[in-house]
């Protein structure tokens, strides 16, 4: 049971890095991107923050599934009626959105490099659109789950 508040602030902060990054880059970041830059600049721009903020998010998806399961079997084996129900829409919409982040990572985010790398806009322009719909689409489903965790008890 001590090892509960460990798990909780881990799960915690990571949920911050992921979700917090996501909001910042879709609702701050890419409005005055698209409003300053020329595309070529903007996309340079965009592969640089991804390959920063990318290994952020593998470190906090490791540690969300990983305190999240770990709190899972913890409150199941000494809970009475195991883990409450929220819980499990928790995680089913957590691993939606790792399965979208590693989809992202492994297709468009590697056409936005390689259309970088080789000076084809077109390319690179493609993938940060998909990328765009796709974090965006992450955001809303991080915010959603945010919210099943928190006013999932009371409902």
């Given at each position: 049971?001590?090892?509960?508040?460990?798990?909780?602030?881990?799960?915690?902060?990571?949920v911050a890095v992921w979700v917090g990054?996501?909001?910042?880059?879709?609702?701050?970041?890419?409005?005055?991107?698209?409003?300053?830059?020329?595309?070529?600049?903007?996309?340079?721009?965009?592969?640089?923050?991804?390959?920063?903020?990318?290994?952020?998010?593998?470190?906090?998806?490791?540690?969300?599934?990983?305190?999240?399961?770990?709190?899972?079997?913890?409150?199941?084996?000494?809970?009475?009626?195991?883990?409450?129900?929220?819980?499990?829409?928790?995680?089913?919409?957590?691993?939606?959105?790792?399965?979208?982040?590693?989809h992202l990572y492994f297709s468009p985010?590697?056409?936005?490099?390689?259309?970088?790398?080789?000076?084809?806009?077109?390319?690179?322009?493609?993938?940060?659109?998909?990328?765009?719909?796709?974090?965006?689409?992450?955001?809303?489903?991080?915010?959603?789950?945010?919210?099943?965790?928190?006013?999932?008890?009371?409902i």
């Amino acid at each position: 049971m001590k090892l509960i508040p460990l798990l909780l602030f881990l799960h915690l902060i990571s949920v911050a890095v992921w979700v917090g990054g996501m909001f910042f880059a879709y609702l701050c970041l890419r409005p005055v991107a698209a409003a300053q830059l020329d595309p070529p600049q903007r996309l340079a721009l965009w592969a640089g923050v991804f390959e920063r903020f990318f290994p952020w998010v593998w470190l906090a998806v490791a540690l969300i599934l990983g305190s999240g399961l770990d709190m899972f079997v913890v409150i199941g084996a000494i809970g009475r009626q195991g883990v409450p129900l929220h819980w499990h829409l928790m995680l089913a919409t957590g691993i939606i959105m790792m399965m979208i982040f590693a989809h992202l990572y492994f297709s468009p985010y590697r056409r936005l490099r390689q259309g970088v790398a080789a000076a084809d806009w077109s390319l690179a322009g493609a993938a940060l659109n998909q990328i765009r719909k796709m974090v965006g689409f992450n955001l809303a489903l991080g915010l959603f789950t945010i919210a099943v965790a928190t006013l999932g008890i009371y409902i």
